[in-house]
């Protein structure tokens, strides 16, 4: 079965239009990475420190109640979620010890004197210190920093250097894409959506190899022929693949967010999200961006070889 037939659409001739939708993505998501480099962002506990609960409860119990009896026992500042189809609530706080000795302790010791009639157990409990957080976010950039290092080293010696700045770029554009929705909504960033962002990574690399290999064959084959026709026939000849490899993934990814709760919620969103861009960054960025930077060098040796002329 062919889902998609044979396309011929001018992929490089729309290349100023998505750099200035791309470009406009990233500025968001480069405010977001200052925003989460200076806490200023929504920070996960993973990263400043805090605890986190999760309760099972024998009956339901009403969320403004729940909130109301933390408040009253100097945990006012503390979040609270319900988990979807069960009697689980997750209380969240950046506080890691009240006056009466660690937050969980306080939690649990509130809800035993707030509902005696209603008993529950600990299902988890974490508490990570600030200065843990500030360890993990620096390992973070660090282990990022070196992903895209491996990116530029791996693309440039396999194909050329060219492919391996739009390969970089086309990759930190994925993660600053993410880091911008991600920032739009206010969402939280922790440990589970810096696993998705080298996730997506490591995706978007992928579907851009198989993107730049049949470029390379096609260069090998029409030696003499315009580079962006080339460019534009590979992209075409393997768009179907790569429209039906990410639906495939996104599938799997939306059955993660409609199903897999609470706990992995903003993991599968994020993965969802990645998915989406790092399909789009793999036919509108990379291939471009190498065109633009091949384009430029040729017109450098034009002017030079007239230049040598005169």
Do not use: C
């Not at 998505?18 to 480069?30: M, P």
């Not at 990022?144 to 530029?152: A, H, P, R, Y």
């Amino acid at each position: 079965m062919e889902l998609i037939k044979k396309t011929s659409i001018d992929f490089i001739g729309k290349r100023k239009m998505s750099f200035v939708i791309s470009g406009i993505i990233s500025i968001i998501g480069i405010i977001g990475i200052i925003k989460v480099a200076t806490n200023t962002a929504n920070m996960g506990i993973d990263f400043s420190g805090g605890t986190v609960v999760q309760l099972k409860f024998t009956q339901p119990i009403p969320i403004e109640k729940a909130r109301a009896a933390l408040a009253s026992h100097d945990l006012k500042e503390a979040l609270l979620q319900e988990i979807t189809g069960s009697n689980q609530l997750l209380v969240k706080t950046r506080k890691a010890t009240v006056a009466s000795g660690p937050v969980a302790d306080a939690i649990t010791q509130t809800f035993a004197k707030e509902f005696p009639g209603n008993t529950f157990t600990v299902e988890s409990s974490t508490e990570t210190g600030p200065s843990i957080g500030d360890k993990l976010k620096k390992d973070t950039l660090i282990a990022t920093g070196i992903s895209l290092l491996g990116i530029v080293l791996y693309i440039a010696w396999r194909f050329d250097v060219k492919f391996g700045i739009g390969a970089t770029l086309s990759t930190f554009h994925d993660i600053l894409a993410m880091f911008a929705v991600f920032y739009v909504l206010d969402k939280e960033i922790n440990l589970l959506f810096i696993t998705a962002v080298l996730t997506i990574a490591g995706y978007s690399l992928t579907d851009t190899v198989v993107v730049f290999d049949r470029i390379r064959e096609n260069l090998h084959k029409n030696l003499n022929a315009p580079l962006t026709e080339v460019f534009n026939g590979s992209i075409n000849e393997v768009l179907s693949r790569t429209i039906v490899t990410s639906l495939t993934t996104f599938l799997a990814a939306t059955s993660l967010l409609l199903f897999g709760g609470e706990v992995i919620h903003d993991f599968a969103f994020a993965l969802v999200t990645g998915i989406v861009v790092a399909t789009y960054s793999s036919v509108f960025i990379a291939s471009p961006i190498v065109v633009e930077l091949e384009s430029r060098s040729a017109r450098k040796r034009m002017r030079q070889t007239h230049q040598h002329m005169e």
